[in-house]
């Protein structure tokens, strides 16, 4: 599959790879095989920013933007909600008082208060938040995963790892998704949600992706710790899945691994097409094996993370990085069917998901920065709306999506700004609105991945892999 970027930039054959394009726009197979090698080359010229990797950080449900990183302390009542805000080290920037640990590392991170769109719906904005693109079926339209779907970020990204020079043979995956597919935990398991996949891309580029499950419709790991649940790992599209028991009581993850390499040795895989056996050799690795091998931790680095799902998939996704891993997301859906998804109350919100995710963001920011890998990678924290400024009687909150916030860190990204201004409801952008194309163009451009990239389709014809948007530029120093 050919790769041609898009925007307009001379190679050394003196050639612009808008002009390539051109000439592609009349049959990419009539191109000559020194056109072609030009325009791989015009591919490698493009710098961008200086992650290495992304940890995406998934509030699937929508948190609430006055419940969390754009309080209303002026405005009434019924639009200010319940919580009470407190100072942060950002000047102007009052948080929930359930953000306490953020707050006081708010000099890491930039908090853009305008993220916008008009797709008042949680699969198809879950799909737009992760791809940069609006879902094709409207809203309301479907809840599942289809072939129609734009690749997720993460998903160019595996593409273009396996295109580089020995990308067939890494032995980690480039792209993966903690600690469930998005919807796995959601009403049975019924719904698998769009947006984290590959879509028209091709399955060989959907992500590694850990499991777990509920033990019953009363079980919640979210809420505890998860050396009590039950864990199991699989390759998205290869069954069956491997278990590996529950993390403290039971195998552990390297004899799994081990029981998968002894099945390997007796030729199990040896029917399997070759991007099947690069999944069997991924989850047989060592560098896999080893990256996933959360015991390895202290037991004080988890505590410090959270000894609930959420903390743990953070400290994961660290772990991941740190072996070479290039995207990773981490969703926090609502398992237990409203959570982030307020409709009925922020008890909910106020308990359990605010501190969790203080305690595991705030972790795993700071354990980044200890180690010297924010220099180096992107996160992300974002749902995919918000909620509306006029609550019920008992503090819940409907669908939002035309203004909410994100917190962005690391990469370059200066810390301790706020970027774009809400008005006095939280209700719309004020100024400097930003779209999830433009969301994606900045996290591409971080990543060195020319947000103006061409990919080919499945009728072999060039399309960008984000239409619109430009990289938000002023987020980083």
Same mark, same amino acid.
Request: hydrophobic share 25%.
């Given at each position: 599959m050919l790769t041609i970027n898009g925007t307009s930039r001379t190679n050394c054959s003196g050639v612009t790879r808008r002009e390539w394009l051109q000439v592609g726009g009349a049959g990419l197979f009539g191109m000559t095989l020194p056109g072609v090698l030009a325009a791989q080359e015009a591919q490698q010229a493009f710098a961008g920013g200086k992650a290495k990797s992304v940890i995406f950080l998934f509030l699937f449900g929508g948190p609430s933007q006055l419940e969390t990183f754009d309080m209303k302390p002026e405005a009434k009542r019924?639009?200010?909600?319940?919580?009470? @805000?407190?100072?942060?080290?950002?000047?102007?920037?009052?948080?929930? +008082?359930?953000?306490?640990?953020?707050a006081k590392i708010s000099d890491k991170y930039a908090v853009v208060r305008t993220m916008t769109h008009n797709y008042n719906d949680h699969s198809g904005a879950g799909h737009y938040l992760q791809t940069g693109h609006r879902w094709h079926l409207p809203i309301g339209g479907g809840f599942s995963a289809t072939p129609q779907d734009w690749p997720s970020m993460g998903s160019v990204v595996e593409h273009l790892s396996q295109k580089q020079p020995g990308g067939m043979a890494r032995d980690l995956a480039s792209y993966a998704v903690l600690p469930n597919?998005?919807?796995?935990?959601?009403?049975?398991?019924?719904?698998?949600? @769009?947006?984290?996949?590959?879509?028209?891309l091709g399955q060989a580029y959907n992500p590694m992706t850990t499991v777990i499950d509920r033990k019953d419709l009363k079980d919640n790991p979210y809420w505890r710790a998860c050396a009590d649940g039950e864990l199991s790992y699989e390759i998205e599209g290869l069954k069956p899945v491997i278990p590996l028991g529950r993390i403290q009581e039971r195998v552990g993850l390297l004899d799994q691994f081990e029981a998968v390499r002894t099945r390997l040795d007796m030729g199990d895989g040896d029917a399997l097409d070759l991007h099947r056996k690069r999944a069997m050799a991924l989850i047989s690795s060592d560098k896999t094996s080893g990256a996933l091998n959360i015991r390895a931790e202290a037991d004080a680095m988890r505590d410090r993370y959270g000894r609930h799902l959420f903390g743990q998939s953070c400290l994961m996704a660290r772990r991941l990085v740190e072996a070479g891993t290039r995207f990773v997301t981490v969703h926090y859906d609502s398992p237990d069917?409203?959570?982030?998804?307020?409709?009925?109350?922020?008890?909910?919100?106020?308990?359990h998901l605010l501190p969790t995710f203080?305690?595991?963001?705030?972790?795993?920011?700071?354990?980044?920065?200890?180690r010297g890998l924010l220099d180096e990678t992107l996160v992300?924290?974002?749902? +995919?709306?918000?909620?509306?400024?006029?609550?019920?009687a008992t503090w819940g909150r409907g669908h939002w999506s035309t203004c909410f916030p994100a917190l962005i860190a690391g990469a370059g990204v200066r810390g301790g700004i706020v970027y774009g201004k809400s008005d006095k409801?939280?209700?719309?952008?004020?100024?400097?609105?930003?779209?999830? +194309?433009?969301?994606?163009?900045?996290?591409?451009w971080a990543l060195g991945v020319d947000p103006d990239l061409m990919l080919m389709n499945r009728e072999n014809r060039p399309i960008p892999i984000v239409d619109g948007g430009k990289p938000v530029m002023e987020l980083f120093g």
């Open positions: 019924e639009v200010r909600g319940p919580f009470k @805000p407190i100072k942060s080290r950002t000047p102007d920037l009052h948080i929930s +008082e359930h953000l306490a640990r953020l597919r998005l919807g796995r935990m959601q009403d049975r398991g019924q719904y698998i949600r @769009p947006g984290e996949y590959a879509g028209w069917g409203y959570g982030w998804d307020s409709h009925r109350t922020s008890d909910d919100v106020r308990d203080d305690q595991g963001c705030s972790a795993l920011l700071t354990d980044l920065d200890e992300i924290a974002i749902g +995919e709306m918000g909620r509306t400024p006029t609550p019920n409801e939280a209700a719309s952008p004020d100024d400097k609105p930003v779209s999830p +194309e433009d969301l994606a163009k900045t996290i591409y």
